[in-house]
C-alpha cells in the first residue's frame, strides 16, 4: 500500500487518465448509456492504457518531474486555501502509510485495516478539495500547460503517441455530446 503515490498521482492527474465524459459515463447505469457510449469508453480505456507507459516515460524527463512538483505545490498550496486542515492531513496520511507499512511487515492485519479504513476517509476530503482545488483558474491554466508539455514529450518519445492522443480527444469529444456535456 502507497498511500503517497496514491495522493501525488491523484494530484497530477492528466487529460490521458479519466476525460470528463468518461468519469460522467462511469457515474450512470451500464443500461442508461446512449448506444455507443459503451464501446467509446472501452475503446477510450484502451487507449489510455497504451498512453501509460509513454506518460510515464515523459514524465521521467527532468524538466517535467520539476514542473510537476512545482504545479503540485501549487494544487496542495489551493487546497490549503480551500481547506486549511489539508496540510495536516497529506502528513498524516504519510505517516499512516510509514505506520501501515511496518504492520504490514509485522503482520498486523487488523492495524493495516484500521489505518486503510482511516486513511480512506481522509482521501475522501482530500480528493474533494483537490477537485475544488482544480476548478481554479490558475490552477486549470496550470493543469492545462502541464498537460500540453506532456504530451508534446510524449509524441517526441513515441511517434505512435500523436495518433493515440488524437484519438482519444476525438473519442471524449464524441461522448461528451453523446452524454450531452457542456
Known amino acids: 500500500m502507497e498511500i503517497r503515490s496514491k495522493l501525488k498521482l491523484a494530484m497530477l492527474t492528466l487529460a490521458i487518465v479519466a476525460t470528463p465524459a468518461v468519469a460522467r459515463a462511469q457515474n450512470l447505469e451500464p ?5 455507443g457510449a459503451a464501446e467509446m469508453i472501452t475503446e477510450m480505456t484502451t487507449i489510455q492504457n ?3 507507459p509513454m506518460q510515464e516515460r515523459a514524465m521521467q524527463h527532468p524538466s517535467l518531474q520539476a514542473e510537476g512538483e512545482r504545479l503540485g505545490e501549487s494544487i496542495r498550496g489551493a487546497m490549503a486555501k480551500i ?3 489539508a496540510p495536516g492531513l497529506i502528513a498524516q496520511l ?3 502509510g510509514l505506520e501501515a507499512e511496518a504492520a504490514q511487515l509485522a503482520g498486523d ?4 485495516r484500521e489505518l486503510v479504513m482511516e486513511a ?3 482521501e475522501e476530503l482530500l480528493i474533494v478539495t483537490q477537485e475544488a482545488a482544480t476548478q481554479l483558474p490558475e490552477i486549470t491554466a496550470a493543469i492545462e500547460d502541464f498537460e500540453a508539455k506532456v504530451q508534446s514529450r510524449m509524441r517526441d518519445d513515441n511517434p505512435e503517441a500523436g495518433p493515440l492522443l488524437e ?3 476525438t473519442l471524449n469529444a464524441q461522448l461528451a455530446i453523446l452524454l450531452q456535456l457542456p
Do not use: Y
Open 120 to 122: 480512506r476517509e481522509i
Open 94 to 96: 504519510d505517516e499512516m
Open 50 to 52: 497504451r498512453l501509460a
Open 109 to 112: 492485519a487488523d492495524k493495516v
Open 167 to 169: 484519438r482519444l480527444a
Open 31 to 35: 443500461r442508461s448509456l446512449p448506444d
Open 83 to 85: 481547506t486549511p486542515e
